[in-house]
């Protein structure tokens, strides 16, 4: 869709709420799966720019993301991966997250100042880089080739959420920044990495106590229609429960 397509079009944009412009974007293709942490990261950022793609199933449980097919796009197996005519796949749901900022800045997902950039970046790394990779699909298979059986995997997963989750909590409960969000009253980068593991506790029946700050905010982030409708057990290929 192009900007040029009349004056009405122009009147029509000015008429709707900034997070929903439709800016001129390539067609994206997403190669995704219904429940993975890192894929709900992208889906939230689309959401909130008011960007669209169109989704490729990679069926994560059925090793799909270790097809030869599928390493082309991703050699590291793993999805998310963006898609652009053109261009090599974008892999890593941050990255493709920076990207999004880059070509529709509004609303912006980072603070206007250097200190808050710096500490959204890096409680979203407390959750995107140093918790979440612990509990992957691949960590879990290959543990499971040195022995682990189904308890110790859960063991396994509770031990690292938690010790990612009450981290987060700590900082969230004793710093002067965090307001109704984790950083001040607007939804960051920060929200959706929080978001994006809390909603894998939820698909693998996990609860973590003594996080009331963060459950505040992510009961805050789950009314937004942007985290909504990325909800895990909406998307394609989720159990209908
Ligand atoms: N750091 C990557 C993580 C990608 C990743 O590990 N994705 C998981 C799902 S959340 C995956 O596809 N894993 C496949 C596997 O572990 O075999 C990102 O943020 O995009």
Redesign the pocket.
Known sequence: MSLANGWWYGLALDLLPKATFMIDQPRFELFA?WR????F?VRVALNLKGLTAHEHFVN?DAGE??DPAFLKINPL????ALVLPGHPPL????AIREYFEEIAPTPPLLPGDPLGRARVRSIAAML?TDT??LV???VK?YLTGAGFDDAAWRAWQIHWFSTGLQAVELRLATEADTGAFCHGDAITLADICLVSITAMLKVFKITVAGIPVIDGIVSRCEREPAFAKADPFKQVGAPQT
């Open positions: 799966f993975t942490s890192a894929t990261r994560v993301q270790r197996g793993g999805v998310p892999t890593q749901s941050i995107a979440h990779p992957t699909p691949r298979r």
